[in-house]
């Protein structure tokens, strides 16, 4: 069977988060570019000048950033912010809050390979 590759960006500090094996959650729209991801599948996250090979190990769908947040904790979505508050304002800076309503979010639980 063919392995299933996908490709996103990802920004610091979440990148190195990410690679240090901090967060280990990281969370998306559940838009079609997404959706179509399964258990298994490789991840490459990228940033300007490196990448990261992932294996997604799980998925999981929420209606909202803050109900993925309150369930997957914010240590392993968002190791580095403080209050679910926070959380919620790092995911707005990316989606506007009618395209979260429309899709929900999904939480991507991911390793290093």
Known sequence: MEERIHKF??????FSLIKSGKKVVEGRINSKKYSSMQVGDKLILSTENEFLRLTIKK???YK?????????TLERVLPNIET???GIKVYKQFYKPEIEKHYGVIAI???VD
Do not use: G, L, N, R
């Open 59 to 61: 998925i999981t769908k």
């Open 64 to 72: 909202s950033f803050e109900d993925m947040i309150i369930c997957e």
């Open 84 to 86: 679910i508050e926070e």
């Open 109 to 111: 639980k991911i390793s």
């Open 9 to 14: 960006d990802c920004c610091e500090p979440w």
